[in-house]
């Protein structure tokens, strides 16, 4: 009896499987247990399209071309959003309640003077109340750390961003930062959520209740009740000028940060610079029943003129934005493949723009993606 007749049925299976990938048949290692819709799920989605500023227009443009190459089942409805506006029109409102999804380019926030935030207001009309931004190490980009995989989830509507400022007297400004234990509560429970669905190990909550003993002691209350739901993933704290430092010298400490509004804004972008730039850092902002997917840090950054005259601003990030705005819809192959590709491109280093060291145009990175989608 020679040695295969000997061998049992899964042993002979092994065999054949090592035999293939050694001779780099590897058909069978490209595809997961497969996603299996429910009837109907492929039906064509509507997306809210807001190109915004600056380079909004050039890059939100890159995702259509990329959405249209790989037909990928969503159409956009498209309106003329900008940061000088007084508010945001009813009709983009009316249309985000209908699509429950919306993707959007940087709105141009005024400094100083009577015009609030359009980013802010969407975020609040809309009951957005999480924000997540997710930095992390591209393969083929070098940065000064290494394995980076940060997500930071900020909490959206109160705060300092709560918009409760006034003159008391002539000289003298009062500005409320507003803490409530109901949103504090619903932050954590996202995040802690989010990390027990994405298999994440660690939660960190932000903080600067040496201080703001009330407001952040109540922030750090609500996260605390909440991480006993959750013990398989463990929990610790962080004071925000010590985590500030501790981003910078070793990054790969965190997993998911949980943060107020304010120190959020300054976190995430601390750690997308660490991981490579905003230029290439998704994101996103969800609610009960919404969710606006745009570039993850820097959501105001519409970039300078001569990038913009220029035409080379990075759609790196929105293109993942869109990638994450894809499994958000139940399109799991489609993220899959744009993921891979904006992945590709960037390690293969042929196509970069400036803020990545190369002196590509925004058209010439989206010719590669396209190239590249498997």
Not at 27 to 43: K, L, Q
Request: with cysteine; charged share 20%; glycine share 10%.
């Amino acid at each position: 009896m020679n040695h295969m007749a000997r061998q049992t049925a899964p042993g002979i299976l092994k065999q054949l499987l090592l035999n293939n990938i050694n001779h780099g048949h590897s058909w069978w290692w490209r595809r997961s247990v497969t996603y299996m819709p429910r009837p109907g799920d492929g039906a064509p989605r509507p997306v809210t399209l807001i190109p915004g500023d600056g380079i909004g227009p050039l890059v939100t443009g890159a995702v259509e071309q990329v959405m249209e190459a790989m037909h990928a089942p969503v159409f956009f409805e498209r309106y003329d959003v900008h940061g000088d506006m007084s508010k945001v029109p009813d009709e983009v409102i009316n249309s985000i309640r209908k699509n429950k999804v919306c993707l959007k380019g940087g709105l141009a926030t005024p400094l100083g003077g009577g015009v609030s935030s359009l980013n802010v207001q969407l975020r609040k009309e809309l009951d957005l109340y999480a924000s997540l931004v997710n930095c992390f190490n591209l393969p083929g980009l070098p940065t000064r750390h290494d394995n980076v995989d940060i997500v930071v989830i900020r909490e959206n509507t109160e705060g300092e961003y709560s918009g409760l400022e006034h003159e008391v007297v002539p000289g003298v400004v009062e500005s409320l930062k507003v803490i409530t234990k109901f949103c504090s509560e619903r932050i954590a429970k996202y995040a802690f959520e989010y990390a027990y669905l994405n298999n994440r190990k660690k939660v960190t909550a932000v903080h600067k209740a040496n201080i703001m003993k009330l407001a952040d002691g109540l922030f750090l209350e609500s996260c605390r009740k909440v991480a006993t739901k959750y013990p398989s993933i463990k929990y610790n704290e962080i004071i925000v000028d010590n985590c500030c430092m501790q981003l910078v010298s070793k990054p790969e400490q965190f997993d998911v940060m949980v943060t107020p509004n304010l120190y959020g804004n300054l976190v995430a972008n601390t750690a997308a610079g660490i991981a490579g730039g905003t230029g290439v850092m998704p994101g996103g902002n969800v609610g009960a029943d919404h969710a606006v997917f745009e570039q993850g840090a820097s959501a105001g950054n519409v970039g300078s003129g001569k990038i913009v005259e220029q035409k080379t601003g990075n759609p790196v990030a929105l293109l993942l934005s869109s990638a994450m705005m894809l499994r958000h819809l139940q399109f799991p192959s489609f993220a899959d493949r744009l993921e891979t590709a904006v992945k590709k491109v960037i390690s293969e280093g042929k196509y970069r723009t400036k803020d990545l060291g190369g002196d590509s145009t925004t058209q010439e990175v989206v010719d590669a993606v396209v190239a590249a989608l498997d």
